[in-house]
Each structure stands twice: as C-alpha cells, then as structure tokens.
Nanobody
Framework: QDKLVESGGGLVQAGGSLRLTCAPS????????MGWFRQVPGKEREFVAA????????YYADSVKGRFTISKDETKSTMYLQMNSLKPEDTGVYYC????????????????WGQGTQVTVSS
C-alpha cells in the first residue's frame, strides 16, 4: 500500500494558523479512520486528533480542543488538520496515520505512518 504524505507545515508566529494535509502518495485508498500525532525530540509521540472512517466522529487532545479541527475528503482519501491560535507548545513534527484498531489516542493502534511535517511556532 502507498505511504501517507504530510504537508503544510512551516514556521508561524504565536496566534497564527496552519493547515496540514495528509494524503496517500499514490492512488486513493479505501476509507479508514485516521489520526494526527506530534512529536518533539526526547518525548514520546503525542495524540493530537482523530476522525472516524465515516468522518462523523472526531476526537481531540485536551490541549488542542477549540483550536484545531480535523476533517477528511473521502473522494481524495485526504485528511486535514486546521490549526488556529497556535502556541509555541504546538511546535513539533506532525505525523498522520491510519487507525488499525483499539484506542484512537494510542500510537500503537495506528499504521501506515507518514514521514512527518515540521511545525514551528515562535513566541
């Protein structure tokens, strides 16, 4: 199966916005539940948000609720993460993956990880 590719990261000032995109590198995939995680050096990969296979249900880490919005476009097998009111603590490499089973917030329950996109929020 093709890999996932993240894009849209960059450098932004605190209070700014970015929109991340996650898409398969090749042809569109079958529908999956998917999620976003982030990681900084020396720390474990941290859950950010997830969306059910139908797109009906969304889940967020407490630290991003009210600021981030996850969505997906089924026709393109593409997932998005709209990030508003960014804070320096949002800095990290953001990864997307498909949910295999179990908990939506555990990285161990995901597969098909992308290479990540760097998000840096300056104060």
């Amino acid at each position: 199966q093709d890999k996932l590719v993240e894009s849209g990261g960059g450098l932004v000032q605190a209070g700014g916005s970015l929109r991340l995109t996650c898409a398969p590198s090749g042809r569109p995939w079958s529908t999956y539940a998917m999620g976003w995680f982030r990681q900084v050096p020396g720390k474990e990969r941290e859950f950010v948000a997830a969306i059910s296979w139908s797109g009906t249900y969304t889940y967020y880490a407490d630290s991003v609720k009210g600021r981030f919005t996850i969505s997906k476009d089924e026709t393109k097998s593409t997932m998005y993460l709209q990030m508003n009111s960014l804070k320096p603590e949002d800095t990290g490499v953001y990864y997307c993956a498909t949910h295999a089973s179990g908990s939506y917030s555990s990285p161990a329950d995901y597969t098909n990880w992308g290479q990540g996109t760097q998000v840096t929020v300056s104060s």
